[in-house]
C-alpha cells in the first residue's frame, strides 16, 4: 500500500524536460508556529534547482515531530 510522503518529500515537474524535482523536508524557522513555512532542500543534485516557496506550513508536520 503506498505511503503518503507528505511533507517530506515533495516533487514537481520540470518546466523543460519529461522529469521531475524532489524536494526533502529540511525544517521551519527556529521556533516554528502552526503558520510557519516548510523549508526544503534539493533531494538530488546540490547544483540543481532551487526549491520553490512552500505553500505548506508547520502544522502539516506538528503532528509528526510531537
Excluded: K
Excluded at 525544517?27 to 543534485?45: H, K
Amino acid at each position: 500500500m503506498p505511503v503518503t510522503l507528505s511533507p517530506w518529500l515533495v516533487a514537481e515537474r520540470a518546466p523543460d524536460a519529461d522529469a521531475y524535482h524532489c524536494f526533502q523536508f529540511d525544517g521551519s524557522e527556529a521556533r516554528p508556529t502552526t503558520a510557519s513555512p516548510l523549508r526544503y532542500s534539493n533531494g538530488g543534485d546540490p547544483a540543481g534547482p532551487t526549491p520553490p516557496s512552500s505553500i505548506a506550513t508547520w502544522q502539516a508536520a506538528e503532528p509528526w515531530v510531537q
